[in-house]
């Protein structure tokens, strides 16, 4: 078995396919032994994985040796034959090419993984999608165990960050949501090649506690609320929420007095529960 995360290993697997880098793509491939077993165990309680651009296989290579089956989603279509070679030995691993966007998820989980239990997600991901990859899997709503993911240093706090915190953003609301984030570990530029300009961080999201969407009468109601109050964040929520619902201020004021929030708050001083008030009692207007 090759040793994928040896940077001489990938610098003769690129040279060899004559492979260049696709910066679009956010091709930045792992090359420090530590980190893809790390994100595999990360992924625990689960049978099946599905991976988001497996690149050359690292990472895909350490789920399979740990997981009952795993699918992996590559776009890049010169790497469809690399994947096939250096992942030949595991029969539990199956790579299908295509845009993780524009895969149907929950027809993927049904045709692929029937036999097994609980499922994760679990990718390196490329950093131009970040958050629509994030979006994408949640809105699904099928029943996914966890996800794993490398990405952003940056983002990763943000999507992180507990409501009511400065570092808050409408996608930590959004994740918050389906489940909650941690950040796991941090991972330096220089174990990627070619090395990204920023260093990155390993989240996973469990999934399992659903007891914040209970707090809310309508999903989009709520969705529409924090985006409104991030889409300006530095106003306060009687201009960025009356601005953004297109409701007056008269009776955006009435039902934040409802609400006990004071109007001069902003989107990042309110929590979620503050939110979930919020979106309740405008859904009820
Ligand atoms: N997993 C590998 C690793 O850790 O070394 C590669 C990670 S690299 C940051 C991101 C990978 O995602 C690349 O292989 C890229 O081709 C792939 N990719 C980019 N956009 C994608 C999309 N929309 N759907 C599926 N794969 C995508």
Same mark, same amino acid.
């Given at each position: 078995?090759?040793? @994928?995360?040896?940077?001489?290993?990938?610098?003769?697997?690129?040279?060899?396919?004559?492979? #260049?880098?696709?910066?679009?793509?956010?091709?930045n491939?792992?090359?420090?032994?530590?980190?893809?077993?790390?994100?595999?165990?990360?992924?625990?309680?689960?049978?099946?994985?599905?991976?988001?651009?497996?690149?050359?296989?690292?990472?895909t290579?350490?789920?399979?040796k740990?997981?009952?089956? +795993? +699918?992996?989603?590559?776009?890049?279509?010169?790497?469809?034959?690399?994947?096939?070679?250096?992942?030949?030995?595991?029969?539990? =691993?199956?790579?299908?090419?295509?845009?993780?966007?524009?895969?149907?998820?929950? !027809? @993927?989980?049904?045709?692929?993984?029937?036999?097994?239990?609980?499922?994760?997600?679990?990718?390196? &991901?490329?950093?131009?999608?970040?958050?629509? +990859?994030?979006?994408?899997?949640?809105?699904?709503?099928?029943?996914?165990?966890?996800?794993?993911?490398?990405?952003q #240093?940056?983002? =990763?706090?943000?999507?992180?960050?507990?409501?009511?915190?400065?570092?808050?953003?409408?996608?930590? &609301?959004?994740?918050?949501?389906?489940?909650?984030?941690?950040?796991?570990?941090?991972?330096?530029?220089?174990?990627?090649?070619?090395?990204?300009?920023?260093?990155?961080?390993?989240?996973?999201?469990?999934?399992?506690?659903?007891?914040?969407?209970?707090?809310?009468?309508n #999903?989009?109601?709520?969705?529409?609320?924090?985006?409104?109050?991030?889409?300006?964040?530095?106003?306060? &929520?009687?201009?960025?929420?009356?601005?953004? &619902?297109?409701?007056?201020?008269?009776?955006?004021? !009435?039902?934040?007095m409802?609400a006990?929030?004071?109007?001069?708050?902003?989107?990042?001083?309110?929590?979620?529960?503050?939110? =979930?008030k919020l979106?309740?009692?405008?859904?009820?207007?």
């Open positions: 078995m090759k040793n @994928l995360s040896n940077i001489n290993t990938v610098k003769s697997i690129v040279k060899n396919n004559n492979f #260049k880098f696709s910066k679009g793509l956010g091709q491939f792992i090359v420090a032994p530590e980190v893809c077993p790390k994100m595999a165990e990360a992924c625990n309680l689960s049978e099946g994985i599905i991976e988001i651009g497996p690149g050359i296989g690292t990472l290579l350490e789920l399979a740990r997981f009952k089956k +795993v +699918v992996a989603i590559e776009i890049d279509k010169r790497l469809i034959p690399i994947l096939n070679e250096n992942l030949s030995e595991f029969k539990n =691993a199956e790579v299908i090419q295509g845009d993780i966007l524009k895969i149907n998820i929950k !027809d @993927l989980i049904a045709s692929n993984f029937s036999e097994c239990k609980k499922i994760s997600i679990c990718a390196n &991901l490329p950093y131009y999608i970040t958050s629509e +990859v994030i979006m994408h899997i949640l809105e699904s709503e099928v029943d996914i165990n966890s996800i794993v993911l490398m990405i #240093k940056e983002a =990763a706090e943000r999507i992180c960050a507990l409501p009511g915190t400065r570092k808050s953003g409408a996608i930590s &609301l959004a994740v918050r949501y389906f489940g909650i984030p941690e950040i796991l570990f941090d991972v330096k530029r220089e174990c990627f090649v070619p090395a990204p300009k920023v260093d990155s961080s390993v989240i996973k999201i469990d999934l399992n506690d659903k007891s914040s969407r209970h707090k809310i009468k #999903k989009r109601s709520f969705f529409k609320v924090v985006r409104a109050a991030y889409s300006q964040r530095r106003k306060n &929520l009687l201009n960025s929420l009356s601005r953004g &619902l297109g409701i007056s201020k008269e009776e955006i004021l !009435d039902v934040l409802k006990n929030i004071n109007s001069c708050s902003r989107a990042e001083n309110l929590t979620f529960d503050d939110f =979930a979106s309740n009692l405008l859904f009820e207007f």
